[in-house]
């Protein structure tokens, strides 16, 4: 396989799961982001490096966002917003982490593949994106990537997708959102 067609092959499955995302669950999420007071994030491996950059791009509009873990991370409140990325929905660790900030009384909301989870429990908002997962499961959406990188992917072109909703939402004039660009790079 030469460049071209494993870059038509990505970009194409990425089309396609985009596509494939209710749009009624991101206005769901956006809602409750909108509504928080603080937007937290918990994930694993790669999937967390996706919500560490939706969570900075979000923080450049002046949201309030922690990653789960962060030295300085404030108390979860019923007032805030959990984000939780976990294709399968069984990762140990961010289920853990739904299931403290229910106990807060937190809002929590769940970006996944497996609607049929045991984070479905603790989830107030979910957001399907239809990939396959580490599980396997026969109504999955197969990938020529490996592993799960297409629900990684997919996961991040979410959070930029929702922050260009609430720049054209809040008419936020996109050249003055560099003053929220860090400046001791």
């Not at 995302?21 to 996706?50: H, N, Q, T, W, Y």
Request: contains cysteine; charged residues 20%.
């Amino acid at each position: 396989m030469n460049y071209t067609e494993a870059q038509k092959g990505i970009t194409e499955e990425i089309l396609h799961t985009l596509g494939h995302i209710e749009s009624e669950s991101v206005d769901d999420l956006l809602a409750e982001i909108k509504k928080a007071d603080k937007v937290f994030f918990v994930g694993v491996g790669r999937v967390l490096l996706s919500l560490q950059a939706i969570a900075k791009r979000l923080a450049h509009l002046g949201i309030k966002t922690y990653v789960v873990g962060q030295i300085t991370e404030p108390a979860i409140t019923e007032k805030d917003l959990l984000i939780v990325g976990s294709g399968s929905g069984e990762s140990a660790f961010p289920l853990i982490i739904a299931q403290k900030a229910k106990k807060y009384q937190a809002r929590v909301a769940h970006i996944g593949a497996n609607p049929d989870c045991s984070m479905k429990e603790y989830s107030d908002v979910f957001v399907r994106i239809p990939v396959s997962t580490k599980l396997q499961l026969p109504n999955e959406v197969p990938s020529v990537q490996p592993m799960t990188s297409l629900f990684e992917q997919s996961l991040l072109l979410l959070g930029d997708t929702l922050a260009l909703m609430l720049i054209r939402e809040q008419d936020i004039d996109m050249p003055s959102l560099w003053e929220y660009h860090a400046n001791l790079e």
